[in-house]
């Protein structure tokens, strides 16, 4: 097995992951807040969506799919169009609702599909590249990428987590 394909394998299950939280799911239910001030599906997949989408544009050059797409306007949250969720007050997260989960899952499955053309064409060599020099050591490409796909799998968890919680919903 290629690296390459062990990448596109780790990034598919994330995935499958947003596709089974998201799977017969109501706005309303999708935007509750655990305990009323919990994070909620909808801020957990626009996050994990969110950072893979600006991680993966930095350490690819491409342009991320959020400003590539227009999906700060089409959203509507009144957030910075840069922000991507990472220390988020929780007015900031309770901003982030959704009215279309359709909408949702469209902009995740078009960062999906970025992320995986990129991965796919990278070669063994390539993921040695120090791709962010402020840690000790550096931090490669691959170190990054396995991050990317850790830190979206546990946010895909807290999403399904949440999905099983009783609601009054």
Known sequence: METSQLLED????????????????????????????????????????RAQDEQIANVSGLEPVWSKGGYAEIFGFGLDPADHGYGHTSAQVDAVRVQSLALLQEYHHNVLAQSLDYVRELSNFELDRVVDTRWNPPVTLAVRLVSIVDDCVQHGGQAAYVKGLPTTL
Do not use: K, Q, Y
């Open 10 to 49: 780790a990034f598919g299950r994330i995935d499958t992951i947003v596709s089974a939280v998201l799977d017969g799911l109501s706005p309303e239910r999708a935007n509750w807040r655990p305990g009323g001030t919990g994070n909620f599906i909808a801020w957990l997949v626009w996050h994990l969506s």
